[in-house]
């Protein structure tokens, strides 16, 4: 192991419209609520990873003292008449024309012009959908190199991290005619944080090749945040200004998962496979910088770095994996037959972090 590679790294940005009016207090308050935000993710992936088994990983966050601003080309109104899909491609076209140096940052864009607006006759919204059709700039999307955040929450957003337990714990009901409900229907200021945070946290997995799964996290367990968060964060043990920590330790591949470690967490807990997707992942390791390839040979994957880990995918979901964490994992596997009504993938990570995707039939 070597010292971390800070070229694997999460790049947070706020972006703002072109016509987009801000004041430099506006400005500088929307960056350190984006920085707590950040923070606040980056802490407790490793407290999730810790308390699932996997001790000593950290998130490399890029500028984490100081959130860059990125203008975009689009004004706000042509914002606002996108939809989510079209506002994601458009800004991570324009992002990455400017941004392609860094080649191995993943880039998470918060935009500051997402909008609740009252329509309807001002019928209070009854359904998250009904919330939605209220937000214009609204976007929850990640892949590939770039997550987009367009929600109209950021009202509900600790500037500090000091004050993230009294955000937490804020019972002011949400007034839906006036502001957008993240809440996942909670209803409260303190359940729109932690269902925000918490969706925020599902799409930051997706750029570490996490897929969803039918529980936890990936599945609609996010919105438990605030259940794992009162347990971990106002006990003091989620350390969120950490100095240096030791990654990947030794013992990690012998660490084995207790499920009752987790039963007060509600669905905020990692599934098995992309808990050890996350916890190989070069974005939270320090490995050797050395690049190798997986390749397919018919029904077998193989690698001169050997193999630690293996899933097979159907529509964006984990359907079975293989995991090997001791010392000597195989350096070829082969597949066994599968039978599938869809298309299926294989992605598999090999010991030093590199990973490939293969199309399965």
Same mark, same amino acid.
């Given at each position: ?8 790294? &999460? ?31 980056? @802490? ?14 950290? &998130? ?31 800004? @991570? ?74 955000? &937490? ?108 997707? &996350? ?25 001169? @770095? ?28 082969? =597949?066994?037959?599968? =039978? ?7 992605? @598999? ?13």
């Amino acid at each position: 192991m070597t010292s971390e590679n800070t070229e694997y790294s &999460l790049k947070p940005i706020v972006i703002i419209a072109a016509d987009e009016k801000l004041s430099s207090n506006d400005l500088t308050l929307y960056q350190n609520k984006v920085q707590t935000c950040v923070k606040l993710v980056q @802490a407790v992936i490793s407290e999730l990873l810790e308390v699932q088994g996997f001790p000593g990983r950290v &998130l490399s966050l890029e500028n984490k003292d100081e959130i860059d601003v990125f203008t975009s080309v689009y004004t706000v109104s042509q914002l606002h008449d996108m939809d989510r899909n079209f506002i994601w491609e458009s800004l @991570a076209r324009e992002i990455f024309s400017l941004l392609g140096k860094y080649t191995h940052s993943k880039v998470i864009g918060f935009l500051t012009c997402a909008k609740y607006v009252k329509v309807d006759n001002d019928v209070v919204p009854k359904t998250y959908i009904d919330v939605l059709r209220r937000t214009r700039g609204y976007a929850m999307c990640a892949v590939g190199g770039f997550a987009l955040i367009g929600m109209a929450t950021f009202y509900a957003w600790p500037s500090a991290i000091e004050d993230i337990p009294k955000y &937490l714990t804020d019972k002011t009901i949400v007034d839906r005619t006036k502001y957008q409900d993240g809440s996942c229907m909670r209803g409260t200021w303190g359940s729109c944080y932690s269902s925000t945070m918490g969706a925020i946290l599902h799409e930051i997995l997706h750029l570490f090749d996490v897929v969803h799964y039918k529980e936890g996290i990936m599945g609609q367990g996010f919105m438990d945040m605030d259940k794992f968060l009162l347990q971990h964060f106002l006990k003091g043990t989620a350390q969120l200004q950490r100095s240096k920590i030791e990654l990947f330790p030794d013992k990690t591949s012998q660490v084995v998962f207790d499920e009752t470690k987790m039963e007060d967490f509600g669905g905020f807990y990692l599934d098995r496979a992309s808990l050890v997707t &996350l916890a190989l992942s070069k974005y939270l390791n320090k490995f050797e910088d050395i690049n190798v390839n997986i390749k397919r040979l018919g029904s077998s994957l193989s690698s001169p @770095a050997g193999l630690r880990f293996i899933s097979v995918r159907n529509e964006d979901m984990t359907v079975r994996h293989w995991e090997f964490l001791g010392e000597t994992p195989p350096k070829v596997f082969t =597949i066994p037959t599968l =039978i599938s009504t869809s298309e299926l993938v294989v992605f @598999a990570i090999d010991s030093f972090g590199n990973n490939a995707k293969f199309n399965w039939s």
